[in-house]
């Protein structure tokens, strides 16, 4: 701008000077008017050319600067006619359209990622430096039991109410591990960092592995019961037979009352333990649920007096509080009654004598809570809990949560087991009434 504002005062200097001279030179001296009038139009003459060579391409430049400045790829330059800065302009032309390709590129990439990222089944969430959640996906926010993304963005993850952010909180950079969060869920997740503008920004990554934990679990388990089941009901029917066969004989006889109650002991035992292996051998022959659409009040409601009876000889108080709407689930009501029972056992054990359950369903999402205020379940505790075989119990045999959770999975509920700050004990059942899921 300044040579160009410099070529504008110079021009307007000689076309003054020859104004000055035509009216001012002698008529005497016309030759050497003419002479001075035609060394000022060369020179204007000069300076047009000197325009088109110096202040066009430097112009020219000065717009190109200005694309670049607003990060305007898709504008080209236009030729000057000169060799030297039309090399220039073809070259600043090409180094646009390919700034342009690049950006769509990118553009394209990042949208690709973010679809991928957004339907993926593995969970993804992004922290800034103060470990807070700037992003996260819809599978991250279901395994951190949120309803939304929106109320994660802008939390650190000991905030929230989740087994499983607990543990990832504590999972250090570069580190992959695999947890149960105190439900039937398994994950394995790793946290990393990537670099952006020269800053690291840590992220996590969560894949579940339930589905496939849930069955290779159920084909082992399935195999020793029925291995176990087998040999036990073989040796345990041959014995029985053997012990009646001798306790017939014994009837008649005199002094053989020890002999007789001894032969009784032996009996009742090899019958316990064939009761015992039949109970395990259920968990493995439940039936495929008969899913159809009933309102889950009704059934919370129709399993109270059961559940009455169950809790008055413990003097444990029963709460029950239902949603006022009607709660439209898809399950097996036979098989949800017993997994219910079952739950609602489970907790009258824990509290033994003098306490209170609570029973509560809600709406978005459909959800079935069940609380106690019994003992609670220690961290370590929770970490086994819906293993097979494991039990708290003294005289547990480890099969009534594996019961629950098979009936709850092939009805394709998800739930969870822990104690919360507040020292209940909840069980949470959400439903989500799909016909088919990966475990049945």
């Not at 035509?22 to 003459?45: D, H």
């Not at 589905?211 to 159920?218: D, G, N, Q």
Request: hydrophobic content about 40%.
């Amino acid at each position: 701008m300044r040579l160009k504002f410099l070529f504008y005062i110079m021009s307007v200097f000689l076309l003054g000077i020859w104004v000055l001279l035509f009216f001012t030179m002698p008529r005497t001296s016309r030759l050497v008017s003419y002479l001075a009038e035609g060394l000022i139009v060369l020179n204007l003459l000069y300076l047009v050319y000197f325009y088109q060579k110096v202040i066009k391409p430097y112009r020219m430049i000065g717009n190109g600067m200005e694309l670049l400045k607003e990060q305007d790829f898709s504008s080209r330059l236009r030729t000057v006619g000169q060799v030297e800065a039309d090399s220039i302009v073809q070259i600043f032309n090409r180094m646009m359209e390919q700034m342009k390709n690049e950006r769509l590129h990118v553009r394209e990439q990042n949208h690709f990622l973010d679809l991928l990222v957004k339907v993926s089944p593995m969970g993804v969430i992004i922290f800034d430096f103060d470990q807070k959640i700037t992003q996260c996906n819809d599978a991250a926010a279901r395994f951190l039991e949120s309803n939304s993304i929106q109320t994660l963005v802008g939390q650190t993850l000991v905030e929230l109410d989740s087994a499983l952010a607990q543990v990832l909180a504590e999972l250090p950079i570069g580190a992959t591990e695999t947890f149960r969060p105190g439900d039937y869920r398994v994950f394995r997740c790793s946290k990393l960092s990537f670099t952006d503008q020269g800053f690291q920004h840590p992220f996590v990554l969560i894949e579940s592995l339930t589905s496939e934990v849930i069955l290779a679990e159920k084909k082992a388990y399935e195999k020793v019961i029925r291995m176990i089941a087998h040999e036990v009901n073989n040796t345990t029917a041959g014995i029985t037979s053997t012990l009646d066969s001798v306790q017939s004989t014994l009837q008649d006889m005199e002094g053989m009352d020890d002999l007789r109650e001894v032969i009784n002991v032996c009996s009742e035992r090899c019958y316990g333990m064939s009761r015992f292996i039949t109970n395990f051998a259920d968990v493995v022959k439940i039936p495929d649920p008969n899913l159809q659409m009933v309102d889950l009040n009704k059934e919370v409601s129709s399993c109270k007096i059961f559940m009455e009876n169950l809790c008055n000889n413990r003097h444990i108080h029963l709460h029950l509080k239902l949603s006022d709407e009607k709660l439209m689930v898809n399950i097996d009501t036979s098989l949800f009654e017993q997994a219910l029972t079952n739950i609602v056992k489970n907790a009258a054990e824990s509290i033994e004598q003098d306490g209170d359950i609570y029973i509560k369903t809600s709406k978005y999402p459909i959800e079935l809570e069940i609380g106690d205020n019994g003992k609670g379940i220690s961290k370590e505790t929770e970490a086994k809990l819906f293993t097979p075989f494991f039990s708290t119990k003294p005289n547990g045999q480890g099969i009534g949560l594996i019961f629950i959770r098979e009936v709850l999975v092939r009805q394709g509920c998800s739930f969870s087991l822990r104690t919360y700050k507040d020292g209940l004990t909840r069980f949470k059942i959400l439903f989500s009434n799909k016909e088919v899921n990966a475990f049945t």
